[in-house]
């Protein structure tokens, strides 16, 4: 919600300026890994903090964690009647994607995806699961 003079909105704050600047309106759940941030806005969008560029990752995506090369995240891939989340990394460059597995579960009722610069880790199915990215 609007609180002062600010409107409602996802923000990022350069901490040597403190000049709060808007990425949108109606974007949600941030993650922020180094000058990339990735949030949910009508799908998975990432932005490039040093030079202000955003773009689509993923139409069907959500629920991201960045790393500072890639997005760890869940993807509908609905078919039918049948729901099921995929666990994708796909990098900032070049597109190169992985699907790392898949679930009939929501992600709303999933642990986070943790991701680091080389490793993505999650759980399925009561699992852990700890791949290493080898983005090209």
């Known amino acids: ?11 990022t704050m350069d901490l040597s300026t403190r000049e709060p600047r808007l990425l949108s309106n109606e974007a949600w759940r941030p993650s922020l890994a ?3 941030i990735v949030y949910f806005q009508d799908g998975l969008k990432v932005t490039d903090l ?4 955003t773009r689509e990752i993923d ?5 991201p964690t960045a790393a500072s090369t890639f997005a760890a995240y869940y993807r509908n ?5 049948e729901s ?5 990394v796909r990098g900032y460059d070049g597109n190169h994607e ?6 009939t579960e ?22 852990p699961h700890v791949f290493q990215w080898q983005g090209q």
């Open 1 to 11: 919600t609007a609180a002062g003079p600010y409107q409602a909105g996802l923000y």
């Open 34 to 36: 180094g000058q990339k």
């Open 50 to 53: 040093a030079t202000g560029q």
């Open 59 to 63: 139409a069907d995506g959500d629920f």
């Open 77 to 81: 891939a609905q078919t039918g009647d």
């Open 84 to 88: 099921e989340y995929q666990v994708v």
């Open 98 to 103: 992985q699907v790392l597995g898949a679930t």
């Open 106 to 127: 929501a992600p709303w009722w999933l642990p986070f995806i943790a991701a680091s610069d080389n490793y993505v880790a999650f759980v399925l199915d009561d699992i």
